[in-house]
């Protein structure tokens, strides 16, 4: 159990457009959903936390307008990256968990963004 | 300010060989998580450490944790190509009401025939 998938899994497009990625609980109520950023070789940076009908709250230094995070249900968060620019190329990862407390993260398979 | 150390961040050893990744970290912490990730790919859960002493042991690995000094381990025993792979340890804290994983920098493991 506690299965999530991300959506796509690779993506290349124009720089300017705005790109969204999908991260779905499929067999678990996921109160809190986490977005994960990975540079190449490097280790992953939080993002972002959402919990689910309410507002992301956003590490330092991400910018909320660009990096727009919608968790309307308990299965369901979006990642939206707005007028991306190739600085914005990047492997992006969702968790999920049932909520705080003794509840584990589970991992989607990741989103490979590519900004041309 | 939660910092998760890992060394070494690179490590090559033969098959057949035994070595140890480190992981310490520098406040008290809830959990602590082992990861595995092959390039390309998402992180896969190898094992969580939930208090001191703890010991788990997967095949080839094996992780402990010591609270009082803030130390994690992962053992490998006699290494083969396929554990080949970047590590992860992670250590969550709870922080105003939400909850972080804070990832060390990563052990690329290359394990030569």
């Known amino acids: 159990g506690a299965v999530v998938s991300q959506h796509p899994s690779r993506v290349i497009c124009k720089s300017g457009t705005s790109v969204k990625i999908e991260c779905r609980s499929l067999?678990?109520?996921?109160?809190?959903m986490f977005w994960y950023r990975q540079f190449p070789k490097k280790s992953l940076m939080l993002m972002a936390t959402?919990?689910?009908?309410?507002?992301?709250?956003?590490e330092q230094g991400v910018e909320k307008d660009k990096f727009l995070i919608n968790h309307a249900s308990l299965t369901l968060s979006t990642l939206t990256v707005t007028s991306a620019h190739p600085e914005d190329s990047s492997f992006y990862i969702c968790?999920?968990?049932?909520?705080?407390?003794?509840?584990?993260?589970?991992f989607g398979d990741g989103t490979r963004l590519s900004i041309l | 300010e939660l910092k998760v150390e890992q060394n070494p961040l690179f490590l090559s050893m033969q098959e057949g060989k035994n070595y140890t990744i480190y992981c310490n970290y520098s406040?008290?912490?809830?959990?602590l998580y082992w990861y595995r990730q092959d390039p390309g790919k998402s992180l896969e859960s190898l094992f969580v450490?939930?208090?001191?002493?703890a010991v788990k042991q997967e095949g080839r690995l094996m992780a402990s944790l010591d609270t009082k000094a803030r130390l994690s381990t992962l053992h490998i025993t006699a290494a083969v190509h396929d554990l080949s792979a970047t590590y992860f340890c992670?250590?969550?804290?709870?922080?105003?009401?939400?909850?972080?994983?804070?990832f060390g920098k990563g052990t690329k493991l290359t394990v030569n025939p």
């Open positions: 968790s999920a968990s049932r909520g705080v407390g003794n509840q584990p993260q589970h």
């Open positions: 450490l939930l208090s001191n002493g």
């Open positions: 067999d678990f109520q996921a109160t809190t």
């Open positions: 992670a250590v969550d804290k709870i922080w105003g009401g939400s909850e972080k994983l804070v």
């Open positions: 406040t008290t912490s809830d959990r």
């Open positions: 959402s919990n689910e009908g309410s507002k992301a709250t956003y």
